[in-house]
């Protein structure tokens, strides 16, 4: 293959890759009854003035399953930290005892598993229209390529190339989903 044509596969192979670490990254965050630091990864505290991620200003942990404490390292940061907890609209009710933040991870309803499972399977079909789209961008930029003159075997040489190498990525996009569905599901 020519230059530009393995230019444009390593290019496709990247936005891929990227669809997939985001999906991890927004799976992680969908909760599966089990406490996770993570689950907070979203909430940001007024931090004299500035909108500061949770784990710049204290440290989260989870001490067991069901609860997460999150430690934050100025006592002053007790109550806007569980204000921003409360704003986040995670379901969750942070108890202050005056040293630490801990809030208790409540088990899942059957109809809250279901509608978890439908917000994965939506960034699942989200990450899958991202691998798409990079697909049809290298398609297209082959074409431009065939049309300022390389060889047409080799275009599609890449155009299949980077068929198979969606078909790949669309696949691991559907174990991640699978095996989030299977965690939040189990009780």
């Keep these: 293959m020519s230059e530009e044509t393995v230019f444009l596969y390593d290019e496709a192979e990247e936005k891929m890759e990227n ?3 985001h999906l991890e990254r927004e799976l992680v965050k969908i909760r599966a009854g089990k406490a996770n630091p993570q689950m907070l990864d979203s909430v940001k505290v007024d931090y ?3 909108m500061t991620p949770l784990s710049q200003v204290s440290n989260v942990n989870t001490p067991d399953p ?3 404490v999150v430690q934050p390292w100025e006592k002053n940061m007790l109550g806007p ?4 907890i409360m704003s986040a609209n995670l379901g969750f009710n942070p108890q202050n005892d005056g040293t630490i933040v801990r809030i208790v991870v409540p088990p899942l309803t059957e109809e809250r598993r279901k509608d978890l499972v439908k917000k994965a399977r939506a960034e699942a079909e989200n990450c899958k229209v991202s691998i798409r789209n990079a697909r049809r961008e290298a398609i297209d930029a082959g074409k431009k390529l065939e049309k300022e003159g390389t060889p047409e075997d080799e275009v599609k040489r890449m155009e ?3 068929e198979e190498l969606t078909k790949n990525y669309t696949q691991k996009v559907d174990k991640l989903v ?3 569905e299977e965690d939040i599901m189990t009780i």
């Design 48 to 50: 004299y003035g500035t």
């Design 81 to 84: 930290i569980e204000k921003a």
């Design 66 to 68: 069901r609860s997460i």
């Design 19 to 21: 669809s997939i670490k």
């Design 178 to 180: 699978d095996a989030k």
């Design 160 to 162: 299949s190339d980077i």
